[in-house]
Structures are given as C-alpha cells and as structure tokens.
C-alpha cells in the first residue's frame, strides 16, 4: 500500500497518560513491521520492530503489537513525555530479496499536552 | 559513530534542470535506501543500494536514478524536474540486511520552481 493523504490524523494525549497509535498495514504478505518516530525538521527515527511470527514485543516504554488476523499494528507509549510529541509511522517489510525495502502508513501526529 | 549525512541539506531548481544529492552512510552500513517524503503521498521507497548494486527499485520513473560507490557513499539524480518532484529526500543506511532498521538521515530539502 502506498502511503496517502493530505491531512494526517492527530492523537493528543496528557503528559504522563499512555498513548496508543494504530495502523492498518496493507500486504498480508509483509515479514516485518517497524515503527519510526520523526521530529520536526529531522529523518524518522527507529523505535522498534517486530515479525510476522509474533504478536507482541516490549521495548523501553513501548510496546508494538500485531494483529495479522485484521492486519493491523499497534504503538505503545507508557508514561508519554513533551519529548514524544512527532509523527509515528509504521512501516512493513519483506524479506525476500534480503533487501530493506519498506512501504509506510500515513503517519499519526501526537502531540503531548502539559 | 557519525550518523548519515546528507548534502546539500536546501536546494533551488528550475523545471527542466537536474539535481543531484549525496549521501554518507554510517561507517561500516553497506546498505543504503533513498526515499521521497511529500505532504500528498508521505515516504515513498526510490531505492536501495548494497556494495555498489542497486538490489530494490520504487514505482518512480526512469529519472531518477542513484549509484553507490566503492566506499558505500551514494548519489541520487533527479533529471529533467517537475514541479511534483519538489519533496524531502531522505537517506537510509542499514547495517543488517532484512530488517527495518533504518538509520536515516536528516534529509535534502529540494524544491523546483
């Protein structure tokens, strides 16, 4: 699925609640998936990543979830801080061809209020 | 560990012209990725570079093309610009092949008038 859309959707969250940001991934086909955190002004930022083969990993205050039943992935924030404020995409890969060829969402802009 | 680097970080054109970005993987990335990112269709895959190979190819057209040199540097070229190509082009490096860890960098502003 290629990525569209002109207005991306907004998560606004309180300091210090958690904060939850969803995807519909398009290629049931996809090996990977991958979470990516970009700032204002900067290039995405790797968070965390997961396979096809689980439904659930746990990094520092994140947790990535995978639903292949409805294709859709799941971003954790436990404790959400002012320095998490950006946009979250999420992204699939697939391992054939042992590249790194990614296709990403659209993208979710979350915004942290004090 | 510098991170990628990408130059020049702004750029002007006109339509017709042609552009070219460089980039500088981290130390040791053979792999290198370059993507398009606009407001309309977000980050696009272009393609992929590994040990002077072009292993992945996007759905753009023929001008845009990319190399990848012996110390795993890279170039893009954009020829013939549209108006449409005017977006953030960003750089990836990855060092483990297969996986989305990406290492990007922050990206060549391009704009054509």
């Known amino acids: 699925g290629e990525s569209v859309g002109l207005h991306l959707p907004t998560l606004s969250v309180q300091e210090g609640d958690n904060s939850i940001i969803n995807c519909a991934y398009s290629n049931s086909a996809s090996d990977y998936f991958i979470w990516y955190k970009q700032e204002s002004g900067k290039g995405p930022q790797f968070i965390i990543d997961i396979r096809s083969n689980m439904d659930k990993r746990q990094g520092q205050r994140v947790t990535v979830l995978l639903n292949k039943t409805v294709k859709h992935l799941s971003l954790q924030i436990a404790a959400t801080q002012p320095g998490d404020s950006a946009v979250y995409f999420c992204?699939?890969?697939?391992?054939?061809?042992?590249?790194?060829?990614?296709?990403f969402g659209t993208g979710t802009q979350l915004k942290v209020e004090l | 560990k510098a991170g990628v680097t990408q130059t020049p970080r702004y750029l002007i054109k006109t339509r017709g012209q042609q552009v070219t970005l460089s980039c500088s993987p981290i130390?040791?990335?053979?792999?290198v990725s370059w993507y398009q990112q606009t407001p309309g269709q977000g980050l696009q895959f272009l393609f992929e570079?590994?040990?002077?190979?072009?292993?992945n190819k996007g759905n753009f057209p023929g001008r845009f093309s990319g190399r990848q040199f012996s110390n795993s540097r890279s170039e893009m070229n954009v020829s013939t610009l549209e108006l449409g190509d005017s977006a953030l082009y960003l750089c990836?490096?990855?060092?483990?092949?297969?996986?989305?860890?990406?290492?990007f960098g922050e990206g060549s502003r391009l704009t054509v008038l």
């Open positions: 130390s040791g990335h053979r792999s």
């Open positions: 990836a490096s990855s060092l483990v092949q297969g996986t989305g860890e990406l290492f």
């Open positions: 992204a699939e890969g697939i391992l054939t061809g042992g590249g790194n060829k990614l296709t």
């Open positions: 570079y590994f040990s002077e190979t072009q292993r």
